[in-house]
């Protein structure tokens, strides 16, 4: 069985840096598209960043470009998230899934973490 592990959340000033990390075990990572997704309180989870299998192609949202690099290490079964400039709005609970390929559509992705929080005081 599949299973996803997200860390390196926490609290941070705007304008902080924080990188998010996803282990996986029990699948062929490097088989796989991994995407990221956040959900604030009260709000509908949204898609942040993708990346296909080989780290080729990567796929951003418009509110995060610029800011998030999306990356992947296939070699240690690990995807990353680094997460620059933060602001308040990026606050929300951030999980990371595997999916057949990189979309921004969250429904595609068939295995997910429990998520890690980020929290970005003003």
Known sequence: QVQLVESGGGLVQAGGSLRLSCAVSG???SMYAMGWFRQAPGKEREF???INWSGGSTYYA???KGRFTISRENALNTG???MN???PEDTAVYSC???PRATTNGALFGSWGQ???V???S
């Open 27 to 29: 699948r062929a990572f």
């Open 48 to 50: 942040v960043a993708a």
């Open 62 to 64: 418009d509110s995060v």
């Open 80 to 82: 990353y998230l680094q």
């Open 85 to 87: 400039s933060l602001k």
């Open 97 to 99: 899934a595997l999916g």
């Open 115 to 117: 998520g890690t929080q």
């Open 119 to 121: 929290t970005v005081s």
